[in-house]
């Protein structure tokens, strides 16, 4: 559950669609979560993928490839609020089902 | 809001000092984590408890130590603080150790 990889930074206009892509380590793998955190305050849950496929959930969808080790964070109609991190995190370990966070995209929303 | 308390909100203290964090989980949520967040490393797991008993510990320093009581809430004691602790210190909770967990709002500490 280690080496979570995803973009740094991301900028995109109001109204658009944003694909945020994450990928990490296969072993141990038990679920891949997306939180969305502004600056300063809590990390919010926006999904939870365990099986291959899109989970679609309002404006915000995600999608998990298991055998790929790959995500991604879909965001349509991106609204001035949506500016915030976004943070996949790995759900592994034998019996703890600890999250490991990659450190985060932090998409800037731009009229 | 996440059902998720934290208390305090902010704390600054100066190094050597010890400090204690409290979190207080949803109701019903058996299970209680720790994480610490500062500007360069993201969000790092530190320790998990589960119905009052310790079942997995991350990257955290011996000099930092938490507890789960009976009533379920968890204390995070941090000791002999160095200006590098400074950061914000979140709690989650989920109701089992397999669910999602939510955050409560942290405890930013500064060590100054």
Redesign the interface.
């Known amino acids: 559950g280690q080496n979570i990889d995803q973009p740094t930074e991301m900028t995109a206009t109001e109204g658009a669609i944003v694909q945020i892509n994450c990928t990490y380590q296969t072993s141990g793998f038990?679920g891949l979560?997306w939180?969305q955190q502004h600056a300063?305050?809590?990390?919010?849950?926006l999904s939870?993928n365990v099986l291959d496929g899109l989970e679609e959930k309002g404006r915000f969808s995600s999608f998990l490839s298991r055998s790929k080790g790959y995500s991604y964070l879909l965001l349509k109609e991106l609204q001035m609020k949506d500016s915030a991190s976004y943070?996949c995190?790995d759900?592994s370990?034998a019996?703890?089902?600890?999250?490991?966070?990659?450190?985060?995209t932090k998409l800037s929303v731009i009229p | 809001d996440?059902g998720v308390t934290q208390t305090p909100k902010h704390l600054i203290t100066a190094t050597g000092q010890r400090v204690t964090l409290r979190c207080s989980p949803r109701s019903g949520d058996l299970s209680v984590?720790w994480y610490q967040q500062s500007l360069d490393?993201?969000?790092?797991?530190l320790i998990?408890y589960y119905n009052g008993e310790e079942?997995?510990k991350?990257n955290i320093l011996e000099r930092f130590s938490a507890q789960q009581f009976p009533d379920l809430h968890s204390e995070l004691n941090l000791s002999s603080l160095e200006l590098g602790d400074s950061a914000?210190y979140?709690c989650a909770s989920s109701p089992q150790?397999?669910d999602?967990?939510?955050?409560?709002?942290?405890t930013?500490l500064t060590v100054l």
């Not at chain 1, 300063?40 to 849950?45: I, V």
């Not at chain 2, 999602?100 to 942290?106: A, L, R, W």
């Open positions: 038990n979560f939180y300063g305050e809590a990390p919010t849950f939870y943070l995190a759900f370990g019996g703890s089902y600890q999250l490991t966070f990659g450190k985060g | 996440s984590y490393q993201g969000l790092q797991f998990q079942r997995a991350g914000l979140f150790l397999e999602t967990q939510y955050f409560g709002p942290g930013r």
